[in-house]
């Protein structure tokens, strides 16, 4: 299995809004990161739904830097 698909299937959640967030970033932002926010990335996505959604929606900030960050990435790339 290919680095690319698994991510695809860790991009797969409960909600719609976190599909559509995280499997359009995939495919348009992530080929941008370097190693180190690709990393961040995979561990992004080993958060819940629930906390990801709040970060997402900009209701809370995440405490790690290197997360606030790829937050960030995957806003602005939504709002492109």
Not at 36 to 50: M, V
Not at 53 to 69: A, F, H, N, S, Y
Not at 73 to 78: E, L
Request: hydrophobic residues 40%; proline residues 2%.
């Amino acid at each position: 299995m290919s680095e690319r698909t698994r991510l695809r299937w860790k991009c797969r959640r409960g909600m719609l809004e976190l599909d559509l967030l995280f499997g359009d970033f995939l495919d348009s932002g992530y080929e941008h990161l370097d190693a180190g926010e690709r990393q961040s990335f995979d561990h992004l996505l080993d958060y819940p739904d629930a906390v990801l959604l709040e970060w997402l929606m900009g209701r809370i900030q995440p405490t790690d830097k290197d997360v606030v960050q790829l937050v960030d990435k995957i806003r602005s790339a939504a709002s492109d």
